[in-house]
């Protein structure tokens, strides 16, 4: 069991922060939407996209205070981000199954 991330604050951190980071990462559309008409997301695309990190973030934290070594847990997140961004792609244009818009 990993001991360095045990104790309530350090778990409250590591949940504030997938929160913290969705946020940031979906004010980049919202601030783009601002200068290019090129961008244009719906109420639902922001629902849906924060749904998805706040999910995998978690996800990911979850998984990761179950291991130990240092370089499985950066597989993991590598997983984990790979996964993310084909979900999003798959979402916004159908990679492969045209599943998107």
Do not use: C, H
Request: charged residues 15%; hydrophobic residues 60%; glycine residues 10%.
């Amino acid at each position: 069991m990993n001991t360095e991330n045990n104790g309530p604050v350090a778990r409250n951190w590591d949940i504030l922060t997938v929160f913290v980071v969705t946020a940031l990462v979906l004010m980049l559309p919202l601030i783009a939407m601002q200068f290019s008409e090129e961008v244009n997301w719906k109420p639902g695309d922001f629902i849906v996209i924060g749904t998805i990190l706040i999910g995998a973030g978690l996800a990911f934290v979850y998984t990761a205070r179950r291991i130990d070594d240092a370089g499985w847990r950066l597989a993991l997140a590598g997983a984990f981000f790979v996964a993310l961004l084909y979900v999003w792609a798959e979402l916004a244009v159908g990679v492969i199954f045209g599943i998107g818009s």
